[in-house]
């Protein structure tokens, strides 16, 4: 079992910057971040392997970066340029392993509780 615990998100106008964290209760293969907007479906923001290995999607590639301090089991994310289509609930996840690429929501099998982000224009 992993416990994930996220903090930052809030609310920030267009073209500002937050930052999430998220500590997990030990070590995994990947930790990545999704979010989920009202009335659509959860979509892949970023993803980090243990290796450093880096994963964005389009979206947010070139705003948003993804790192990793392995010992303290913690993923952040520092999101810049923010627009108010990135308003979002922000979910940390944790894979121990990958079968469907570390974009699938599948791989994750440790979900956080979710922080709330909103971009105001």
């Known amino acids: 079992q992993v416990q994930l615990v996220e903090s930052g998100g809030g609310l920030a106008q267009a073209g500002g910057s937050l930052r999430l964290s998220c500590a997990a209760s030990?070590?995994?293969?990947?930790l990545a971040w999704f979010r989920q907007a009202p009335g659509k479906e959860r979509e892949f923001v970023a993803a980090?392997?243990?290796?450093?290995?880096?994963y964005y999607a389009d979206s947010v590639k070139g705003r948003f970066t993804i790192s990793r301090d392995n010992a303290k089991n913690t993923v952040y994310q520092q999101m810049n340029s923010l627009k108010p289509e990135d308003t979002a609930v922000y979910y940390c996840?944790?894979?121990?392993?990958?079968?469907?690429?570390?974009?699938?929501?599948?791989?994750?099998?440790?979900w956080g509780q979710g922080t709330q982000v909103t971009v105001s224009s």
């Open positions: 996840a944790a894979a121990d392993r990958t079968r469907w690429g570390l974009r699938d929501s599948r791989d994750y099998n440790y």
């Open positions: 980090i392997t243990s290796s450093g290995s880096t």
């Open positions: 030990r070590r995994t293969f990947s």
